[in-house]
């Protein structure tokens, strides 16, 4: 049985009798196997403590973000190395991090950074934010929610 095969059902196994927050850091680690795979930059995702059961829409945030901190980090960064992290916030809420040791640079022509405005605009209307910090040490695209109702 090849690698993908055996990751795949494993995914499905952990699905299939899995509850919703659960299912999420299976689908967040997929995405990041997914793209060491496809662009060779190694990729790791951590889940800092649990997360409180979450509803469709904020779950579907989460995955979001986390899909456009790996595209930004593929198309702009010039990344080593990538983490995708979920972390309960004291609050109730639970917070996202995708962050990448790359140049912190955007090259010239790159895009309009549109996909994080959208995100942006989508976390506010479920009272969250989303944050894009690019530095000497790379970049870091951080959404936090507050708990649902």
Known sequence: MSEASRALREALLALSDSSPERAL???L???CRSFAARTGVSCRFVQL????PLDAERTAILVAVAREGLVNAEKHAGAGTVIVSLAPEESGGVQLTVADDGTGETPAGAGSGLGVRM???RAALL???V???QDEDGCTLRLVL????
């Open 119 to 121: 995100l942006a605009d």
């Open 25 to 27: 850091p299976v689908e």
């Open 146 to 149: 507050p708990a649902g109702p």
């Open 131 to 133: 944050r894009l910090v």
């Open 49 to 52: 403590g649990p997360v409180a």
């Open 29 to 31: 680690a997929e995405h």
């Open 127 to 129: 009272g969250g934010t």
